[in-house]
């Protein structure tokens, strides 16, 4: 299993719906996690800290699941602006070492 | 709101060059990283670097990368002998401590090697 695994997507969605990511990590001692936004060639930007079953901040909402070492990250009413590469980001070892999904592309039309 | 600087923002070199990339790292942070995006790939991470030295580095950082933190400012990863699969985004980040805290990225350098 490779570290940090991700549907490169792309995903596309109506102005409005209701959209799912899904990232699967190797490291079972991962402790923390991180959703990421990255817009193109910017740099990422943290949206979401993860450290207990989930998080919810506003339309996003992240899920983690130890026990099949799965993260999600759900967008309700997507706005144009969501458009985005979100990164599934997991710290590595002590050093603050960050291991980075390859994205999942999110494109949201009118 | 404090952010992390990079300059310049985009470096054009021939293969073989040294380049330099800078960084400026949020004020009161005390572990500092570089990353590496090759067009259309994943970010990658390269080095740590905590109290005036390397915490960590990966494979891809060999002997001609190298990391310095010449005053209490500045961050700077020197590529000593470029190639052309050096050409990427280089990225700086910073932060307060180093496990389950926010990374805060500056915006990158482009670095391409002809």
């Known amino acids: 299993r490779k570290e940090v695994e991700q549907d490169p997507g792309p995903f596309n969605v109506p102005e409005g719906a209701t959209v799912a990511f899904n990232c699967t990590y190797s490291n079972s001692a991962s402790q923390s996690f991180f959703w990421y936004r990255q817009d193109c060639r910017k740099e990422p930007k943290l949206l979401m800290s993860?450290?207990?079953s989930g998080n919810e901040d506003g339309r996003f909402t992240a899920q983690l699941n130890r026990a099949s070492q799965y993260i999600s990250l759900l967008i309700r009413d997507s706005k144009l602006s969501d458009s985005a590469t979100y990164l599934c980001?997991?710290?590595?070892?002590?050093?603050?070492?960050?291991?980075f999904g390859q994205g999942t592309t999110l494109q949201v039309k009118p | 709101e404090p952010e992390v600087t990079q300059t310049p923002s985009h470096q054009v070199t021939q293969m073989g060059q040294e380049v330099i990339l800078r960084c400026v790292p949020i004020s009161n942070h005390l572990y500092f990283y570089w990353y590496r995006q090759i067009l259309g790939q994943k970010v990658e991470f390269l080095v740590s670097?905590?109290?005036?030295?390397?915490?960590?580095k990966s494979e891809i950082f060999d002997d001609q990368f190298s990391v310095e933190r010449p005053d209490g400012s500045n961050f700077t990863l020197k590529i000593r002998s470029t190639k052309l699969e050096d050409s990427a985004m280089y990225f700086c980040?910073?932060?307060?401590?180093?496990?389950?805290?926010?990374?805060?990225f500056g915006p990158g350098t482009r670095l391409t090697v002809l």
């Open positions: 980001v997991v710290p590595s070892g002590n050093t603050g070492k960050l291991i």
């Open positions: 993860v450290y207990s």
């Open positions: 980040a910073s932060s307060q401590d180093r496990v389950d805290n926010e990374q805060f």
């Open positions: 670097f905590y109290n005036n030295e390397i915490s960590e």
